[in-house]
T-cell receptor, first 112, second 118 residues
Framework: AQSVTQLGSHVSVSEGALVLLRCNYSSSVPPYLFWYVQYPNQGLQLLLKYTTGATLVKGINGFEAEFKKSETSFHLTKPSAHMSDAAEYFCAVGSSASKIIFGSGTRLSIRP | DTGVSQDPRHKITKRGQNVTFRCDPISEHNRLYWYRQTLGQGPEFLTYFQNEAQLEKSRLLSDRFSAERPKGSFSTLEIQRTEQGDSAMYLC????????????????FGSGTQLSVL
């Protein structure tokens, strides 16, 4: 069975500060890991994904995530937050061609 | 815009009524997924199609739920005898899956259909 846990349903940072959104997963097989972003009144968009190979993955809008097998983590970071980063972020895990399991989401707020 | 479109955007119905949602995927995409999302939760997988074949259904999908993709293009999700617990956002996503490397595919999501059952 697979599961994903996002620590913190709401994260607030100042503009220009580091963004860190935490995600831990559980998987009995090598996982594929994803981060999706959902802006208000819009559909989910893929930020980045890890399948195999390099454990540090770079995505769109300056985000990146590092796959750490020993910690079963896939935390999302961005060095400097921008107001436009305010959104809901979902971590997801999968291991088959059929299902992707999503976490419950973290709402990111940016303070001016 | 040739993204994934869902219709209607909002649906309000009375308990016991049947509802049907439509999803039009990106035209060249061969895979189509349905997810359900409730407030404060991530999307829950319901079912998915490869072309016109329905390949997997979640245990969440009771007998009241049925999905079709008759010509491998658009898809419909029908809920019969709706219950208040069916109130949620129903999301459709499509992707282009090449070979068996399914999870290298990128999902493109629609904006969803918000269902409210009174």
């Amino acid at each position: 069975a697979q599961s994903v846990t996002q620590l913190g349903s709401h994260v607030s940072v100042s503009e220009g500060a580091l963004v860190l959104l935490r995600c831990n997963y559980s998987s009995s097989v090598p996982p594929y890991l994803f981060w999706y972003v959902q802006y208000p009144n819009q559909g989910l968009q893929l930020l980045l994904k890890y399948t195999t190979g390099a454990t540090l993955v770079k995505g769109i809008n300056g985000f990146e995530a590092e796959f750490k097998k020993s910690e079963t983590s896939f935390h999302l970071t961005k060095p400097s937050a921008h107001m436009s980063d305010a959104a809901e972020y979902f971590c997801a895990v999968g291991s088959s061609a059929s299902k992707i399991i999503f976490g419950s989401g973290t709402r990111l707020s940016i303070r001016p | 815009d040739t993204g994934v479109s869902q219709d209607p955007r909002h649906k309000i119905t009375k308990r016991g009524q049947n509802v049907t949602f439509r999803c039009d995927p990106i035209s060249e995409h061969n895979r189509l997924y349905w997810y359900r999302q409730t407030l404060g939760q991530g999307p829950e997988f319901l079912t998915y199609f490869q072309n016109e074949a329905q390949l997997e259904k979640s245990r969440l999908l009771s007998d009241r739920f049925s999905a079709e993709r008759p010509k491998g293009s658009f898809s419909t999700l029908e809920i019969q005898r709706t219950e208040q617990g069916d109130s949620a956002m129903y999301l459709c996503a499509s992707s282009l899956a090449l070979g068996r490397g399914g999870l290298n595919e990128k999902l493109f999501f629609g904006s969803g259909t918000q269902l409210s059952v009174l």
